[in-house]
């Protein structure tokens, strides 16, 4: 075996972007010269993989899993829902997903230095993915919920493979009744939360500056009303309180009809199973919350490509 140490491996991953397996390989078939590693890194086109990483990665699919009483939910993204499609990428998302429900906190940097099923991490393994498939990726997030006694139950609206998809859904529900009444009660719910996009489980759980906004645009809307200061006043906490039962899930209406709180349709399903039910925590990740979509002008990148 040729001679390199730990930290040629580092500085060829560095300067490359490869896996550390790949890095390894690379030296080992170069004798240990780092420079002729890098050349045959870009000749498999394992190389240059850092330069990806500059690209806009806001598509991508959103893994959910669970093991009876936990469930986690774990977003990767790529530049574009071709490659959402690739089965490759389809895999490496389950993997994660499932590597992530073994892990101890939501921590995403940790996820990322788990171990891989196969050999080496999780981020080895993305980098690897980068190169081969040809596009940035990135493990953007993860959340798990749990509870002591009951069930958490997986959804995905519109699929595009077991567990994998655009809106993620995960519904933590604390009982003693079967699955038989959780499973299904859990999967109304996870449904209602796709469609109604709660922001919090109840009104305390409402960011503080999303409310504080709120109250901005409250009350200058009843300053233009021109009424008097005091009513003024109660025209900003009745639209604050509106803005917090519309947002916060236990509060929002069903949309099975639109009319019965969430909190009287978990409440009315435990009477009705003769055991009390907790909504307890929730889990909703739609692809790409948050990310700014770079908008490319296809024509001038292709013009660039080709020199003009």
Known sequence: MAAFSVADVKALREKTGAGMMDAKK?????AGDIE????GLRAKGLAAVQ??????????LVG????????VAVEVNSETDFVAKNE??????????????????????????????????????LVENVATIGENQQVRRMKTVTVQN?????????AAAAGLGKIGVLVALESQAGADVLEPLGKQLAMHIAAAFPQALDADGLDAETIERERKIAQEKAAESGKPEMVQEKMVEGAIKKFAKENALLSQLFVIDNKTPIADVVAQAGKDAGSAIVLKDYVRFQLGEGIEKKVEDFAAEVAATRGG
């Open 150 to 158: 009951g069930l958490v139950v997986p959804y995905v609206h519109n």
């Open 36 to 39: 002729a590693a890098i050349d």
């Open 51 to 60: 330069k990806k990483s500059s690209r806009t990665a806001a598509e991508g």
């Open 64 to 71: 959910v899993t669970v093991d009876g009483t936990k469930g």
């Open 88 to 125: 490759q990428f389809q895999d490496f998302v389950r993997s994660v997903t499932t590597v992530a429900l073994t892990q101890d906190s939501d921590d995403i940097e940790a996820l990322k230095a788990a171990d891989y099923p196969g050999g080496g991490t999780v981020t080895d393994k």
């Open 26 to 30: 690379a030296l080992e078939e170069a």
